[in-house]
Structure formats: structure tokens, C-alpha cells
């Protein structure tokens, strides 16, 4: 399995290396005349991926925090229930033992 990762691996920075070689022409971003850069097209693709990762990773761990404090509410929900049953329940009857009179 080590092996197969390995190659997956060496594929991927192949083709990222093949990618950055064949598309390095200038590419010129403007925005309402504040800003004016030049860069190489991989780079733009580069960051723009990168940026794209970041944003994802930051709404995973939004979403395991809500899910976090979901299930903290479920489970205490849980053992309130519990408890609920462990009150109503009748006291055990011991065998052996002459019930109280009344």
C-alpha cells in the first residue's frame, strides 16, 4: 500500500511541475485601478486552489464545532432521560424479605 501512495504521490508532483513549466506566460490582475499585478498563470491557479483549501478547512472546523456542541446537548438530553427512568422505577424486591405492613 506504501508503494501505491508513493506513486500517487510522484504522479501528482509530476504533473504539477509539467503544469507550472507549460503555462508560465504573464497574467495581469486589476482591480478599480488599486490593484495592478503580474504574475504567472500556475501561480494564479496555484493560489487561487490554495486560497480554495484554506476556506474549506476553516468551514470543516466550524461544522465539527456545531456538531461538537450538537451532540453535548443530545447527550445531555441522554442522561436526563436516563435518570427520568431510574426515578420512576419501582425499588427491586429482594426475595427473602417479609414486605412491610402497613
Known sequence: MKI??????VVLIMFLVTFSLANTFPVQLRYLDVIN???PAYMLIFVCFLVGVVFTGFMG????FR???????????????RREIRASEPPPI?????????
Not at 456538531?67 to 432521560?81: A, C, D, W
Open 94 to 102: 429482594i426475595e427473602g424479605q417479609n414486605p412491610p405492613t402497613p
Open 4 to 9: 501505491v501512495y508513493t506513486v500517487i504521490v
Open 61 to 64: 472546523i466550524v461544522e465539527r
Open 37 to 39: 499585478v503580474t504574475l
Open 67 to 81: 456538531l461538537n456542541r450538537t451532540i453535548s446537548q443530545l447527550n445531555r438530553t441522554i442522561r436526563e432521560l
